[in-house]
Nanobody
Framework: VQLQASGGGLVQAGGSLKLSCVASGRTTSNQSMGWFRQAPGKERESVALISWSGGWTEYAESVKGRFTIIRDDPQNTVFLQMNRLKPEDTAVYYC???????????????WGQGTLVTVSS
């Protein structure tokens, strides 16, 4: 199973980016998926999670109202739409996938390689 994340880049504060994560080797339709990030000198944190059905989502307090996680199972893809970006959103963003939401929070089984998002002030 491979997760390929893309869509990172340099953007000015207030701008938007949309990250994509495409899974290969396994269908996403019965998997919970999420986005995590790690800023320089900080621990990795959960940003946005979505259940296998899409009926449940969870966001970090710092991104609520600005970020949206979207899944497209026919395309084996999960997206992270990021609006009103702030310099503190600068980090390497990773996608992850595993069976249950609880496992996704504790220790996802599959990780993407990360994509760098840099927000300039």
């Amino acid at each position: 199973v491979q997760l390929q994340a893309s869509g990172g880049g340099l953007v000015q504060a207030g701008g938007s980016l949309k990250l994509s994560c495409v899974a290969s080797g396994r269908t996403t339709s019965n998997q919970s998926m999420g986005w995590f990030r790690q800023a320089p000198g900080k621990e990795r944190e959960s940003v946005a999670l979505i259940s296998w059905s899409g009926g449940w989502t969870e966001y970090a307090e710092s991104v609520k109202g600005r970020f949206t996680i979207i899944r497209d199972d026919p395309q084996n893809t999960v997206f992270l739409q990021m609006n009103r970006l702030k310099p503190e959103d600068t980090a390497v963003y990773y996608c992850a996938m595993t069976g249950t939401v609880s496992a996704l929070k504790r220790r996802p089984e599959y990780w993407g390689q990360g994509t760098l998002v840099t927000v300039s002030s």
